[in-house]
Each structure stands twice: as C-alpha cells, then as structure tokens.
C-alpha cells in the first residue's frame, strides 16, 4: 500500500521494512532540491558553476543516509575540483562540496543498525554543496548536535591531525611555522602543535587575526602586511624552524624553505596563491630547491587528504573528543562581517567563495542551509 504524503512532498511504498528509511518524523522530504553543479571546467569558480532549482531528491541505498545538509563547509580546493584538476577525465556537469553537517531524513535497511531518523551527522563526501545529499553509513559520523563547528573537523581539522601526526615528526620545544595560520585548517595546524610543547609562529593579514592567533595560543603572530615575514624569521629564529606547515604558495613557500632548520621539515598542504591562476600554481625558485634543501638536510613533503583516508574516521573522532574535552577551538566564519552579511542558502557559497579568496576569513568559512519552514527536525 502508499502511505499518504502532504501535499508536495513524496510517497514512498510501505514495506514491511519501511520503517528504516520513511520519514515518520514529519520533517516533510520534497520532491526537488537546490544544488551546485560545475558546469564547466574552469578555475573561476562562478563561471565553473551553476545553481539548478528543480533536481530530484536522491533515494539513499540499504547502506546510505540521505542526510538534510544544514552546514556546508568551503574549501580553497573547490576551485581545483571545479577547474577538473583532481581528476582530469572528470565529465561535467558533476556535483561538488566536500563537507556536510545535517540531520538524517532517511535511510537504508543496513544503515538503520547504527543511525536513525533525525540524528545528527558529520560527513566528507562529495556532492554537500545540496539541500540533500545521499552519504553512505560507513563514512557518516554520528555528533551531537547540528553544529558548524564540527564541520571544521572533517577536512580542515583532519588535514592537520594528519599530516602533523605523519609527516611532521612534532616534539617538544621544537619551533613550527604555520602560514595562513588564523585560516581553516591552520587553526588547528597552530592548535596541535601546541599540545605538542612546541613553539609556534603563525603568519596572517590583519592584526584582528593576530589576536585570535594568540587567543588559541600562538606564540608569535606575524602580520604580513605590517611585518616583513622573511626579516622576523631571520632575526628572531636565526637557526631556522624545525617544521612549517604551508598552504599558500608562491613567495611564501620560498621564504619557508629559506626559514628551514638543519633537518627542517616543510608540509605542503595546498598553496592557495596559485589556485585561480589557469596552472593552479604561484612561480617558486624551484631550480635551486635541491640545493637549499641538501645544505641542510632538510625536506619539503607533500600531504593530500584523499591517500590518508584509511585514517580519516579516527583522526575525526580524536578531534571530536578534543572539542568535548574543552581542548580545541573551532573558529567559524559564517560570513557576519561580510559587506552582504551571513552565508545563508546555497546562492551563498559563491560568495563565500570570493570572501575566502581575498583572505578575510578568520577560522572556517562555513555556509548555512536553513531548515525548511515546515520542518519538525
């Protein structure tokens, strides 16, 4: 038999199972959904992409939820994934965002042994620039609340749990750089290698920044555009810094290498500069790169998110229990100082994109999908 719907919204066929993917809970599953698309390959993200109003709401499989996005986090990377620089033989038009926070309105048999409906969840996975987004069970994190500061962990917090954790060999007393420090992910980069007793400096635009960079324990903040990066380094570190931890790129990556310590480590976590160039690279004196790194036996390392997934749901839950703890910060930027105001809706994210590509971001620029208004979630 068919269970009645509202007017609206789908009906689904009653099973004998169809408990585990119906939604008794009232929170009204319509039709069609708001999505960002690419459309084109480019790395101008507003000719890349386009905002469709009238795409079916996908049905999760016995393993997935279909999860209600209420926060979607945004990323430098989402103009590499919109120029197709990820996978070149992607095909558009193909769904894009990589990060969710939202509520479960659905879902399969199999995945019903863990979630249920109107729980709390946490994902990495492509395709959250949507009011809906299906996400397998196997890759969901249960949280506790239908917050944007958890969705802070799931790329930005993760990239530096692990990258630090493997590639950065942190100990005690040791002197770490962090660039874009007041950023993203560099916000926990500064965050973790705290915990780890070392020294940290952090490089940022304004001295606004500077003063959340000391909030959450930074050593030495370094204004950009008020101090010369390369002098303080040379003055006040003249033996150099033991790890740096780099997103930016260009100039930037060459005064890190130049800051190296004797068996200095240098993460390139992205270099942000370059991104909306059509290379997606910033110029670096790369041809003597070998010989100022051999002089001091020191080593650049490259670290992408996607060859450590095998560690992502532990790194996630570390964090997350660091937040309980009262032992992580997790700065949002939803957009309130921005001269058109908050990130609300998906028309939004083109903005926040923008806003984010000019660096007045501090902490996670973060986009607000609101519930519908009849919602009972």
């Not at 390959?41 to 997935?64: H, Y």
């Amino acid at each position: 038999m068919l269970r009645l719907a509202p007017a609206g919204a789908r009906t689904i066929v009653d099973m004998s199972y169809a408990r585990h993917f119906l939604d008794f809970q009232g929170s009204a599953i319509p039709r069609a959904m708001q999505k960002l698309v690419v459309t084109r390959l480019s790395p101008n993200f507003r000719e890349a992409v386009t905002l469709l109003g009238d795409c079916p709401v996908p049905l999760p499989g016995d393993g997935d939820l279909l999860v209600r996005n209420r926060f979607v986090g945004v990323n430098a990377s989402d103009i590499n994934y919109s120029a197709g620089r990820y996978d070149p033989s992607m095909k558009t038009p193909f769904d894009l965002g990589f990060e969710g926070v939202g509520e479960v309105v659905a879902l399969g048999l199999s995945a019903s042994a863990r979630f249920s409906v109107g729980q709390a969840v946490a994902y990495m996975a492509p395709g959250s620039f949507a009011e809906y987004t299906v996400v397998p069970a196997s890759i969901a994190a249960p949280v506790p609340a239908v917050r944007p500061e958890y969705l802070t962990l799931l790329v930005s917090g993760a990239t530096a749990y692990i990258s630090l954790r493997e590639l950065g060999g942190l100990a005690e007393g040791q002197k770490v750089l962090v660039t874009a420090a007041a950023g993203g992910t560099g916000q926990f980069a500064v965050q973790l290698a705290k915990k780890a007793k070392c020294h940290v400096i952090g490089t940022c635009s304004s001295e606004e920044k500077c003063a959340f960079l000391r909030s959450i324990g930074c050593d030495r903040p370094i204004n950009y555009n008020a101090e010369h990066v390369g002098t303080v380094l040379k003055q006040e570190y003249p033996k150099g810094v033991d790890v740096v931890y780099e997103s930016v790129g260009g100039a930037t990556f060459d005064t890190a290498v130049d800051a190296l310590a004797v068996k200095g480590r240098l993460i390139v976590i992205g270099f942000i500069s370059g991104y909306q160039s059509p290379t997606g690279l910033s110029p670096v004196k790369a041809g003597t790169l070998p010989a100022r790194l051999l002089r001091k036996s020191a080593s650049v390392r490259g670290f992408f998110l996607n060859h450590h997934l095998s560690q992502h749901a532990a790194a996630v839950a570390e964090l997350l229990r660091m937040c309980a703890r009262g032992e992580l910060a997790c700065a949002v930027d939803l957009g309130g100082l921005s001269a058109e105001g908050s990130f609300v809706g998906l028309p939004a994210v083109f903005r926040a994109v923008d806003y984010m590509y000019t660096g007045r971001n501090t902490g996670k620029v973060v986009v607000e999908l609101p519930a519908p208004a009849s919602s009972k979630l």
